[in-house]
Nanobody, 113 residues
C-alpha cells in the first residue's frame, strides 16, 4: 500500500489548508484514519485520528483548529487545518492508528510570516 498526502504549502499564520490522503496498491478495501506530523528535529507525532465508528481524537495543540474527516469514497482521511500557527510547521503524513502501512513522502506545511 502506498500512501500519499497532499495539500500542503507555505502559508501565513492564521491561514487555512486542507490536506488529503490517497491510498493505492491494495486489492482490498483499507482504512486510513489518522494524520501525523514530524517537525524538524522532532519525533513524528499523532495529530488526529478518526475511527470507523466516528470516534475522534486530537492532540491538544490542534484542538479547536483542526478537523479530521473521512472521505468515504476513498476510505481515507482529510484534515482541515484552520488558524495555522508557526508551530504547526511540519511534514504531515496519513496512515492508520496505530500505523499499519509504510510511510509515504508526506506533504510539507510551512507556516511563516
Amino acid at each position: 500500500v502506498q500512501l500519499q498526502a497532499s495539500g500542503g504549502g507555505l502559508v501565513q499564520p492564521g491561514w487555512s489548508l486542507r490536506l488529503s490522503c490517497t491510498a493505492s496498491g491494495s486489492d482490498s478495501t483499507i482504512y486510513i484514519g489518522a494524520w501525523y506530523r514530524q517537525a524538524p528535529g522532532k519525533l513524528r507525532e499523532l495529530v488526529a485520528r478518526i475511527t470507523t465508528v466516528g470516534s475522534i481524537w486530537y492532540t491538544d495543540s490542534v484542538k479547536g483548529r483542526f478537523i479530521i474527516s473521512i472521505d468515504n469514497a476513498k476510505n481515507t482521511v482529510a484534515l482541515q487545518m484552520n488558524s495555522l500557527k508557526p508551530e504547526d510547521t511540519a511534514v504531515y503524513y496519513c496512515n492508520d492508528n496505530p500505523p499499519r502501512f509504510s510511510w509515504g513522502q508526506g506533504t510539507q506545511v510551512t507556516v511563516s510570516s
